[in-house]
């Protein structure tokens, strides 16, 4: 049976995009932004302080910052023009 794992979004600016390649042994890397020179990697939940601990001891990497995806609220109300809320 599969079982479903929590994910961590980190978002780690580095001084130079060559190192991309060794942040891939910390986690899932999902976007590369070569104009503002970071790095989205996903990573497990329950690792994810230590990650981000290890990381920011590295001399490549100028900082490491939670993604905050998880504390937005994700249910959403519409209403009409007249004010009512719909469900």
Do not use: C
């Amino acid at each position: 049976m599969y079982k479903k794992v929590e994910r961590q979004a980190l978002y780690v600016w580095v001084y130079s995009l060559k190192w991309r390649k060794k942040l891939q042994r910390y986690g899932t890397i999902y976007y590369t932004s070569p104009k503002m020179k970071y790095v989205m990697l996903y990573v497990n939940a329950n690792k994810a302080p230590e990650v981000k601990k290890e990381l920011i001891s590295k001399n490549f990497v100028k900082r490491v910052s939670f993604a905050h995806r998880k504390e937005l609220d994700e249910h959403y109300i519409l209403k009409n023009k007249d004010g009512e809320e719909e469900a």
